[in-house]
């Protein structure tokens, strides 16, 4: 099982008003605060975002390191319920021509996108693996 998850962002309040909306609205509770991070916590995983002052350079998905988080969402009415929500909460959808089957013809999901480029893989229950 997956312990954590740790992300360095460029701006932490844009960080935790995307992510802190997607895992809170997904079950996840805030787990840990300090000045520079905050994390969310669901069973015994947790992701923390933060922003330090060692990051350098900005995220990019296409290259070497994390592509994207995909995440259990439940029903596939939540995974739409979600993604109306989302650019509400400083994320967009990604490959509209093809949602909610970007993942192949059996697979329900949406790929959101934060402004910081990273991507988040909502996905629906009774989704084939």
């Known amino acids: ?9 460029p701006d932490l309040a844009r960080a935790e008003a995307t992510f802190g909306w ?16 905050v994390s ?3 069973g015994k995983t947790y992701v ?3 922003q330090s002052p060692a990051c350098t350079g900005s995220h990019d998905r296409m290259k ?9 969402a439940g029903t596939r009415e939540n995974v739409d ?7 509400h909460h400083g994320w967009q959808l990604m490959f509209a ?5 970007a993942g192949g013809k059996d697979h329900y999901a ?20």
């Open 40 to 42: 969310w916590k669901l």
């Open 81 to 87: 319920r979600l993604t109306e929500q989302a650019h």
């Open 64 to 72: 070497a390191g994390l592509n994207h988080l995909a995440l259990h």
């Open 22 to 37: 997607l895992f809170t609205e997904l079950g996840w509770s805030e787990h840990q605060r300090w000045p520079v991070g």
């Open 110 to 129: 949406a790929f959101l996108e934060n402004d910081d480029g990273f991507e988040i893989e909502l996905v629906a229950n009774n989704t084939v693996e």
């Open 97 to 101: 021509d093809k949602h909610p089957h």
């Open 1 to 9: 099982m997956l312990h954590h998850v740790e992300l360095w962002v």
């Open 48 to 50: 923390v975002v933060e």
